[in-house]
């Protein structure tokens, strides 16, 4: 079985400051992993993605994510923190079933301030 | 545009009434999902479906029911025998690859009164 653990409910940062939040997984199988980002009363929409490559993944508004094996870890990450980053952040991992299925587990979330 | 569409986006529901809530996608995908959202919780899945007239129960099943009868549409009925229905539900559709990301609706944000 697989699972995510996302260190920190709440997270809060300085405009301007780098964004952290952490994400490990396990997995018996090789993972498929997500970041994705929820505003208020909105559904989720996908940040970024890694699938089989380059570890580092580069994602939308400036998100990127690296994906570390022996670690286990799949930390999201951006330079300098802007107000439109408030918002609730989800690692998700997703592995594939004989029979051609997914299941798709879910973290419990991050909700990143940013502090004028 | 391509994408899911969700409704209604609120819904209040007496104690002890069945409410369904309706999940509509145009991107051709073969499954679907059904998650409950709860503050600190994280997203639960309640169904999934992988392909038309077939779905499975997922972590909290308990209280809900389905259908697939179309590839397209994929509804959430909850019933009285849900104890704590008051929640945000999201739909979302995805492939059957893995490495596919899942796409949402905006979610259903559902009060008993």
């Known amino acids: 079985a697989q699972s995510v653990t996302q260190l920190g409910s709440h997270v809060s940062v300085s405009e301007g400051a780098l964004v952290l939040l952490r994400c490990n997984y396990s997995?018996?199988?090789?993972?498929?992993l997500f970041w994705y980002v929820q505003y208020p009363n909105q559904g989720l929409q996908l940040l970024l993605k890694y699938t089989t490559g380059a570890t580092l993944v580069k994602g939308i508004n400036g998100f990127e994510a690296e994906f570390k094996k022996s670690e286990t870890s799949f930390h999201l990450t951006k330079p300098s923190a802007h107000m439109s980053d408030a918002a609730e952040y989800f690692c998700a991992v997703s592995v594939g079933f004989s029979g051609g299925y997914q299941k798709v587990t879910f973290g419990t979330g991050t909700k990143l301030q940013v502090i004028p | 545009d391509g994408g899911i569409t969700q409704s209604p986006k609120y819904l209040f529901r007496k104690e002890g009434q069945n409410v369904t809530l309706s999940c509509e996608q145009n991107?051709?995908?073969?499954?679907m999902y059904w998650y409950r959202q709860d503050p600190g919780q994280g997203l639960r899945l309640i169904y999934y479906?992988?392909?038309?007239?077939?779905?499975q129960k997922g972590d909290i099943a308990e209280g809900y029911s389905v259908s697939r009868e179309k590839k397209e549409s994929f509804p959430l009925t909850v019933t009285s025998a849900q104890k704590n229905p008051t929640a945000f539900y999201l739909c979302?559709?995805?492939?059957?690859?893995?490495?596919?990301?899942?796409?949402f609706g905006q979610g259903t944000r559902l009060t008993v009164v």
């Open positions: 997995s018996s199988v090789p993972p498929y």
């Open positions: 479906s992988q392909i038309v007239n077939d779905f």
């Open positions: 979302a559709s995805s492939t059957r690859a893995p490495n596919t990301e899942a796409f």
């Open positions: 991107l051709n995908h073969d499954a």
